[in-house]
């Protein structure tokens, strides 16, 4: 039986025991800030077992594609190692929202699995949670379930959740006995045993309670059931294979691997095995997440996306050969799968491109990864022989022990290695050395020459952070030149991180609960705002801080809760209104408003007047403001369709936000759109605006809009109806699912200019746009412009080109002025020498300045950070050189004279010089005796005084 029978037989025996067939969701979840990937079949219908969500069955069955790589339910590691784990897989399952429960959810499984897939019943073995006694009768009482098979576990195995919080209960699983015997020594082994005799098939999870933040459990309004089975692994079973990466889900992206790099499944070694099945599993990770629009990035989805791309090419080309894999390899995916999993095809050149360009990405900052651990360890062997040198002659120890600091230094600005690194690395030495190296003892250089070279775990962790190189193959680089890698401190450090994480997390979701916890009893707001901009009303709730109240006075802030409410609620991209609530003696300035599970939370200013619960009141929204949000909503379903008009079906929706002053909309492209292609969908969305063509809003269930074409986003949350604004009547020009306030018709908008675009993260740009008004202001402002330069240039504006033009040319032809090209004053001040015992500075630096004014002033603003310092800087100005000597007032004290050392300086140059005792220059004739100059600075600086 192949995978696709085995789908479409899990299907059909729930659809024919009374279950709607839902297909699967993308593996984004709608709506749920808990949650970064759809990690079970469930999570879908989260908010219907947790009874904030209805649906119009209380059965379904769904094969849900699956992704778990992180929070609760994270098999990355696993992938490699195991021959039955993948991070994304399929879960067939079905699902009961307060319908049957536990009799007939076990009857079903068991049925499925011995009739229809044929299994014997004496290989399944059921377990149960250990109090759950109603469950282990249900198997007894089932006739072919061999009694002594079914076995009772504690809530590790048995008590299923979906996440830190959210719906869960205790579960009833399927386990498969592949071998009747241990694996490993023959014995019989029990169930628990990781031999890998036992699979397990199916799981039936009882739903009966919600998990809050604090972990206490609150019995759901319904009880009911979710099962899961995942597909990979009941194929194998049914093929009769060792493991999941032998059915034929994954032979032919294995045989695609072969065809790459000649290493076959079967005679790989286990080293080159792990790959293969990392290449295989992350390839399909990769394809679906590009597929539901995630693009590679450092945080978020999209980091997890990169992590996953970056740990199959850096497998491939460590364990089997360097090659490109990734673009082969989601190609073969995408025409594997296509057909259960149309998105696929869809995004067909998206995988392409994103798979290409991040692993070009990924190989170079291999590359230079590669280039800072090798500049590392030549940093360590050159400050290992420089203070095993210096502890030896302690009469030279300043010099050696600050030129040890700089050799490491110099080193590292060869590699051009980022500052962080550098001064991680040199933490190490510098604690022993102690706050001041060149006043560090013998012991000290001795202690520092004898540290083993170590990149530290933060180092390895900074590898993994920026480089998004795995700790393992930091250590391996390292390793070839001499270097250990503290794997234990990275393990830390990642904690650490993992723990910030969390309690941000954390963080919000007590924000939410404590919202949610204030709101709690108060019914649904009836949105009146598609038909009407001011409604009377009825006051609800009054909060303050997120905290309920009954009354308010005072100017203060506070948040309202009304029976009914013209105000459209933040959501779907478009701002929530504002506008004004107002009653017998109070008035509220409305700033936003939010649903929270459709109780909508009107902020804003008490600005007058007192408010009681109860009390009534006209709600009005600013006409203004919504009226241009209309605008700008209306003209981001145009911008939308014409953008995919002139760039192709893939340029779809990532992100928008419309608000009354602008739109801002996001797409997947890889490109800057070229002039011709913006000014290409300027036109299209014109010609929609003048054409005046009606909108038109219908509510349907959502599966038949999105099956007439609808486009709908990826993480937006749909129910079961779903709105849906066309643009046109009959030949429709745009279709979406939107929540949102829009025009009537196109002509509303008045005007459409793009203002901006740009990348904003891999494969994802942006598009500005101004509409109604705000367009008229766009282009009065660059009107004015237009017209102020021809006054200036003193010609009719459509001459201005030729204008501008001419002046450049002639500015061309104009003798070059001299730039200062001048270094960074700290760069200079931190490798600075010391000119003595009391921490003074000794700065002697050829700079590139363009005149004697600037060296003069980068000379002032040296010794103003120095605080105390001896400066000499020198430059060529026309061919010429010429030297600055500045001195701090406590140097001059000290007895130093700007002016006799300039004169020396000049002397040196084959001219003169002289000054004042703080501040002097010196000149000559050869650019080529400038360096001879400075070297003689910096004797007479250091010489001991006599
Ligand atoms: N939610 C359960 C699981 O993922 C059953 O579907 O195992």
New binding site residues.
Partial sequence: MNSLDVRTKFLSFFQQRGHTVVPSASLIPAGDPTLLFVN???VPFKDVFLGKDERSYSRATSVQRCLRVSGKHNDLEEIGPSPQHQTFFE?L?NFSFGDYFKAEALEFSWEFLTKDMGLPGEQLHPTVYVEDDESAKIWAKIKSVPERQIVRLGADENF?SMGDTGPCGPNSEIIFDRTGECRRDGSDCPITCDCDRWWELW?N?FMQYDRAADGTLTALPKKGV???MGLERLTAVLQEVGSTYETDLFTPILAEIADLTGVTYERATDAQRTALRILADHARATAFLIADGIRPSNEGRGYVLRRIMRRAIYYGRSRLISTDYLRPLVRRVGGLMSDVYPELHQAATALVTTAEEEEEKFIQTLGRGTAAVEALADSAQALRQTFRTAAEDPQAKFNWASRAISLADLHFRDSRLPETLKELFLEQYQSVLGAEPWNSTPEALRHAAAIEPTLNGEIAFFFKDTYGIPPDLTARVAEEHGLRVDLRGFEEALDEQRQRGREALGEARVQHEAMQAALAGLPPTTFLGYETLACDARVLGVLADGTRITEAGEARAIELVLDRTPFYAEGGGQAGDRGRISGTGFEIAVAGVRSANGVFVHSGTLTSGRIVEGDSARAEVDEDARRATMRNHTATHLLHKALRVVLGPEARQAGSLVAPDRLRFDFLHTRPLSDDELRETERIVREQVMLDRPVRTDVLPAQDAIASGADAMFDEKYGEEARVVAVGNGDVFSKELCGGTHCHATGEVGAFFIVDQRSVGAGVRRIEAVTGDNAYRWMDARRAIVEQLAREHNVPAEELPDRIHALEERAKEQPKVAVSNLPDPAQLIERAQRLGDNGALLIVDRVDAADADALRDFGDELRRRAGSAAVVLGTVIEDKPSIVVMLTPDQVQAGLDAAFIAKQLGREMGAGGGGRPDIATAGGREPSSLDAALAKAREILTAPAS
Avoid: I, L, S
Wanted: net charge negative.
């Fill in positions: 079970a079949g469930m879960m399952g299923w799981n999870v979710d099962t899961g």
